[in-house]
């Protein structure tokens, strides 16, 4: 434990909260280019994939133009929208750290964007995941109060030591979530929205099981972190997903203590099954048989 309370140091450059400047005026115009043919490409793939209130996120913050955003700029709309601020941070940061600016509503995000050799996939988080793909849907009060809760959840469930639990239901919402709508399935998860070829798979693809969502079922669900998902949890509105995390988990961390994790392709009975998946895609191998 450092000074500051929190578990590791930053490194050499970092703030003790391990924020860094973002340093805009330093990105080259290729590196504005790569976000620009991001930008293009998926707002395409997703104007009828993405949710309502993500869509209406990455118009509020006018997030094109220019090409990279400047943090300065678009904290000025979502510090008015929901008080929520984006601060830059050198990579992935420890978990005590994340949780802390969550909390306090700030999205830690990347500095770094991709090379343009590895559009599609890449191991970590960059700027066009975290900024395009997170910060749309903190223009929404509910989802900014979610992923406030969140953070706070984190710090408690860190010091229960039941965080591998809690870590399922970020990745099965803020990352790899889809919602139902009158308008039929769509995308909120910022990890499917910052993907070409996810943003396809998970909506369309009949290989994954996609599954009304249930908290302490995600909860049980190992997930995959090097290919796309073999199952997808299905929300009906952001309203509903926060009115059942408020409950205490407590009590829900002491029933999982005793349960075993659920198979991460496996259906049951009380599933509410949207599409049993043909799981085909994992089946073949993935990723690996793609390259
Ligand atoms: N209600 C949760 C708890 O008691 C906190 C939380 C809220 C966790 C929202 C995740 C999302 O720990
Ligand atoms: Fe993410």
Redesign the pocket.
Known sequence: MSADGFSASPPPGARADWTIDQGWETYSPAEHEVWITLYERQTALLRDRACDAFLKGLDALDLHRAGIPDFARINEELQRLTGWSVVAVPGLVPDDVFFDHLANRRFPAGRFIRKPEELDYLQEPDIFHDVFGHVPMLTDPVFAD?MQ??G??GR??LDLGVLAN?AR?YWYTVEFGLMQTPQGLRIYGAGIVSSRSESIFALEDTSPNRIGFDLERVMRTPYRIDDFQQAYFVIDSIQTLQEV??????PIYERLAGAADIGIAEMLPGDSVLTRGSQAYAANGGRLAQT
Do not use: H, S, V
Not at 245 to 250: C, K, V
């Open positions: 979610y809760a969140y706070e959840g408690r469930a809690l239901l995390t408020l409950q205490d988990f407590a």
